[in-house]
C-alpha cells in the first residue's frame, strides 16, 4: 500500500537524496515513498542504485551538499553524521589523506602501506611554516606536533611580560599529546612521527643558537661518559659506532608485511627528512663522544620494541605495553632529556601466546646468533615451549631477526649497556626460555590421590639452572613445593602438575617483566633531564580498547585506562562545546552525551574489590570476587553477570564479556616466598631482583657479567639451607602489585590530564 505522502515530506519528499543504511551499510539513495503493511510503522522506500529497499526511518539522514565536498575537518560537515564522516574518511583515504581533522583533534587512518611523502618534513615545514592560522594548516600529525611545541613555548593569551618571565624561569606550559586507537591503528607509528618533528624542532632550536651548547650540562655528561665507556668496551667487537644503526633502525619501523621491503627501497630513493634538520655534525660517526638527546630518544624505540613488542593476529609489531614518553625541554625550548615512564607489559605473553601469534621478538632475536644458542644449550623455536603453538613459529614478513638484533646490540651501548652486560641479558632470557620449556610429570613415589609433581627432565632442568645461576637443587624445590605454616608449625606442602606448572610461569613472567623494568630504568637514567623545573612534552601511546573471545583482567585493565581516555576526550571535544553553548544561552539537549565517569567509577569500586579478594591470601577466590558483583556492582545497562564466572560491562565502546578465572591470581601476581628465596641465590641477578622484590627500575644498577657457572657450586643443597626463608618484600604476603600499577597508571593520567586539561591534543587513531 502506496501512499501517505506526508510520512517523507520533512525529508524533502519523493526524490531527495538520502543517506540510507541497507543491510549494515550506509548508501545513498533516492526517496522514492513510504509504505505501511497492517499494523507496522511506516517504512520509507528508497532506491540505491536502481534497486528498491524498506527502511526504517531511523535507518536514513538527510544528504547535504556539504557531504560531498573534500573536507580537511568534518566539522565544516552540515549535519554531520556516522554516514557522510565515513564516507569522506574513505574518500580521503583513497586520495592518500590518511589524516581529517575533527576539530581540534587529528583522525588518522592506517594506509597499511609506505606513504614516504607524507613524511617528508621539510617539505611539509616549507608548506607550512608561513601559516600561523591554525586552521590553515591541513590535518597532519605534525601538525599536532608543532601545535604542541608551539603552545609548549608560549603561553596562550600570555602578555609579553609575563611570558618573558615564564621563560626566565623555565616555567613553559607543558603539553600533552594522546592517542588512542584499536590494535593496529597506528598508535606507535603517530607517536614517532611525533617525536620526529620534535627532535627536528629542537635540533632547529639548537642551531639558532649555536650547537650543542644547550644541552642539559649534567645530563650531557652521564651521556658523554656512558657512551665513550661503552665505545671503548664495544670497539673489540664493534666496527661501527654505537648509533649507526640510527638510519636502519628508522627503515625498520614499517612492519606492515608486503609494505616493508617497498618501503625499503623507497628509503634509498627519498631523501630521509633528517637531511635537511639535523647537521652533518650529528652524523655521530666523527663525534661518538658527544650523543644527544634527540639521537638517544628515537634509539631507545628499536629496544623498547624489542622487548615490549610482539607479532599479533592484528599487528606484526604491536606494542604489548602502555608508553608515556615525556620529551623534556629547557628553557630555550631545546630538549633536555626525555624520560618513559611504561604501563602493564602483558606478562602473559612470555608463557602463552595464541596461534599466529609470537611472544616478545627479543627472545626470537637472540635465538639467531648462533655463540648463545651453543652458550646457553638452547634449542631452536620449533623445540622451545613459549615460542611456538604446538610447534609452529609464526613469521614476520619481510623482517629479519637476525638484522633485528643487530639493530638492538648496537643501540645498546647509547645507554651504557655494553656488550659484557649484553650477554648477562641474553644469559636472563635464555634462562626465561629454559624454564618455560621445563615440564614434570607425575612423582613417582606419589601414591594413590596424592599427584605430586616431579620434574620430567633433569637435564632440561641443570641448562635452565645454570642460565639461571642458581644451583639445580635450589631450583627443583622452589619449583615442587612450598612451606606453609600450619598451627605455628612450618611443613611442606608439595605441587601438583599444575601448581608446579603455574608456580613455573610465575617465574617466567616474573623474571622477564623485572628484565623489561630494568631495560626502561636504564634508557631513564641515561636520557632523563636533571633539571626538575623543565616542561615537557608528553605523548601517550597505551594500547587501546580490547574486547577478545575471551576477556580477562588484562582487559579489564586495558579497558579502565581507555574508559579514562574517552572520558578525557568527552571532556576536552563534548562539554567544553556544551560550555561554550550554555555561556551563549544556546540550549542543548543534555544527555546525548554519555558519560564515562559513571563507569570509572563502578569500575575502581570493581578492582579494589578485587584487591580485597587478593589481601585475602589463600582464602580469596574468583567465585567470591564473581559473588560481589552480582551484590555490590550490578548497575543496569553498564554491569551485569551473565553466568557463572562471567559478567559483562557496557563500554563507551562496546559490551565487553569479562571470564573471572584467574583475576585473583593475575592481580597479585606474587611469588611464592620459595621462589623469591631462590632468587636471592642466583648469581649476578641482583639488580633485577631488586626489581622483582619491589624496587623501582632506577634503584636496578648493573646486571653482573660474570658467567654464573664459573662460581656456581655443584652441592645439590636445598634452597632452605641456601637462602633466608621468606625473604624479600615480596615474599611477605598481599602483594596487589598488578593493581598497584594500575592505580599508579590512574594518578599518572589524572595529573596528566590536569596539567594539560585545556590544551591537550588527541589523535585518534580509527
Ligand atoms: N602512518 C602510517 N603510514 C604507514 N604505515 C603505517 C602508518 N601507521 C601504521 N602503519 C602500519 O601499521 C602497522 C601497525 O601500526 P602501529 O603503530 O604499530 O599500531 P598500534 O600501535 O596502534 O597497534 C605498522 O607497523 C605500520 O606497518
Ligand atoms: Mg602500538
Not at 634538520?277 to 658527544?290: D, K, L, M, R, Y
Not at 588484562?554 to 568527552?570: G, K, Y
Request: net charge negative.
Amino acid at each position: 500500500e502506496m501512499g501517505d505522502e506526508e510520512f517523507g515530506m520533512e525529508l524533502g519528499g519523493a526524490g531527495t537524496t538520502l543517506w540510507c543504511s541497507v543491510s549494515g551499510r550506509w548508501e545513498l539513495g533516492t526517496l522514492k515513498g513510504s509504505q505501511k503493511k497492517g499494523m507496522a510503522a511506516a517504512k520509507l522506500v528508497v532506491e540505491v542504485e536502481g534497486e528498491e529497499h524498506l527502511v526504517e526511518q531511523k535507518d536514513v539522514t538527510r544528504f547535504e551538499p556539504s557531504h560531498a565536498q573534500d573536507l580537511p575537518n568534518m566539522v565544516a560537515m552540515h549535519n554531520l553524521h556516522e554516514a557522510p564522516l565515513l564516507y569522506l574518511l574513505q574518500r580521503r583515504l583513497k586520495n592518500g589523506s590518511i589524516y581529517t581533522w575533527a576539530g581540534d583533534v587529528l583522525l588518522s587512518l592506517n594506509p597499511y602501506g609506505p606513504l614516504p611523502e607524507l613524511y617528508n618534513l621539510s617539505r611539509w615545514q616549507e608548506d607550512n611554516s608561513a601559516k600561523k592560522r591554525e586552521a590553515a594548516v591541513p590535518p597532519h600529525v605534525y601538525a599536532i606536533a608543532r601545535r604542541a611545541y608551539s603552545q609548549l613555548r608560549e603561553k596562550v593569551g600570555m602578555a609579553e611580560a609575563e611570558r618573558a618571565a615564564a621563560a626566565a624561569s623555565g616555567a613553559f606550559a607543558s603539553q600533552s599529546v594522546l592517542i588512542s586507537g584499536e590494535s593496529g591503528a597506528g598508535k606507535t607509528e603517530a607517536a614517532k612521527r611525533v617525536i620526529e618533528f620534535l627532535t627536528a624542532a629542537s635540533r632547529t632550536a639548537k642551531e639558532a643558537r649555536g650547537s650543542m651548547r644547550s644541552v642539559d650540562d649534567s645530563n650531557r655528561q652521564s651521556i658523554e661518559s656512558s657512551v665513550a665507556a661503552a665505545s671503548t668496551r664495544a670497539s673489540l667487537e664493534m666496527p661501527s659506532t654505537p648509533l649507526a644503526a640510527v638510519a636502519e633502525s628508522r627503515t625498520a619501523s614499517f612492519r606492515t608485511p608486503a609494505s616493508r621491503a617497498r618501503h625499503a627501497s623507497l628509503a634509498a630513493t627519498t631523501p630521509a627528512p633528517d637531511a635537511a634538520f639535523f647537521s652533518p655534525a650529528v652524523g655521530v660517526a666523527e663525534q661518538p663522544a658527544v650523543v644527544s638527546v634527540e639521537l638517544l630518544l628515537r634509539d631507545a624505540s628499536p629496544i623498547l620494541e624489542a622487548f615490549g613488542n610482539a607479532k599479533t593476529i592484528r599487528n606484526d609489531n604491536s606494542s604489548r605495553f602502555g608508553k608515556y614518553v615525556a620529551v623534556q625541554y629547557d628553557e630555550h625550548g631545546c630538549i633536555a632529556g626525555a624520560s618513559t615512564e611504561t604501563y602493564l607489559l602483558e606478562r602473559s605473553r612470555v608463557v602463552d601466546i595464541s596461534a599466529g601469534e609470537r611472544n616478545y621478538h627479543i627472545f626470537y632475536q637472540l635465538l639467531t646468533d648462533s655463540g648463545i644458542r651453543s652458550a646457553w644449550s638452547l634449542p631452536p623455536a620449533e623445540s622451545l615451549d613459549v615460542l611456538n603453538v604446538d610447534g609452529q613459529v609464526a613469521r614476520l614478513a619481510g623482517v629479519s631477526d637476525a638484522k633485528e638484533f643487530a639493530v638492538v646490540r648496537r643501540a645498546l651501548p647509547a645507554f651504557g649497556i655494553g656488550p659484557p652486560e649484553q650477554a648477562a641479558v641474553w644469559r636472563i632470557l635464555s634462562a626465561v626460555l629454559l624454564l618455560g620449556n621445563l615440564a614434570f610429570s607425575l612423582a613417582s613415589d606419589a601414591a594413590g590421590a596424592d599427584d605430586y609433581a616431579q620434574v620430567a627432565d633433569d637435564a632440561a632442568l641443570a641448562c635452565a639452572a645454570a642460565a639461571l645461576g642458581c644451583e639445580e637443587g635450589s631450583l627443583r624445590v622452589a619449583l615442587l613445593q612450598k612451606k606453609i605454616n600450619v598451627a605455628g608449625e612450618d611443613i611442606t606442602q608439595r605441587y601438583s602438575i599444575k601448581a608446579a606448572q603455574i608456580c613455573r610461569d610465575a617465574l617466567c613472567k616474573s623474571i622477564f617483566a623485572a628484565l623489561f623494568d630494568w631495560v626502561v630504568g636504564r634508557i631513564n637514567a641515561v636520557s632523563r633531564s636533571a633539571n626538575p623545573r623543565s616542561s615537557s612534552i608528553g605523548i601517550l601511546d597505551i594500547f587501546g580498547f580490547e574486547q577478545l573471545q575471551t576477556n580477562s583482567f588484562e582487559q579489564l585493565c586495558i579497558n579502565f585506562v581507555n574508559e579514562m581516555l574517552q572520558e578525557q576526550f568527552n571532556e576536552s571535544v563534548f562539554a567544553a562545546e556544551r560550555r561554550l553553548f550554555a555561556a551563549e544561552g544556546v540550549e542543548v539537549e543534555d544527555g546525548s552525551l554519555q558519560s564515562s565517569a559513571e563507569r570509572l567509577r563502578l569500575m575502581t569500586r570493581m578492582l579494589q574489590g578485587l584487591d580485597d579478594q587478593c589481601r585475602l591470601g589463600e582464602r580469596g577466590s574468583d567465585e567470591e570476587f564473581f559473588q560481589e558483583i552480582g551484590q555490590k556492582h550490578t548497575v543496569r545497562g553498564i554491569c551485569q553477570q551473565e553466568q557463572r564466572g562471567v559478567f559483562s560491562i557496557s563500554h563507551y565502546a562496546g559490551k565487553v564479556f569479562y571470564t573471572t578465572d584467574g583475576f585473583v591470581l593475575k592481580n597479585s601476581d606474587q611469588l611464592p616466598p620459595d621462589v623469591t628465596a631462590l632468587f636471592a641465590t642466583c648469581v649476578g641477578l641482583e639488580s633485577v631482583i631488586t626489581i622483582l622484590n619491589g624496587g623501582t627500575p632506577a634503584d636496578a644498577g648493573r646486571l653482573s657479567a660474570a658467567d654464573p657457572r664459573a662460581s656456581a657450586t655443584t652441592s645439590a643443597s636445598s634452597v632452605r639451607n641456601s637462602a633466608p626463608s621468606g625473604a624479600g618484600p615480596a615474599g611477605g604476603g598481599g602483594g596487589v602489585s598488578a593493581f598497584k600499577l594500575n592505580l599508579s597508571l590512574a594518578n599518572a593520567r589524572a595529573s596528566q590530564i590536569e596539567e594539560a586539561q585545556a590544551t591537550a591534543r588527541g589523535v585518534g587513531g580509527a
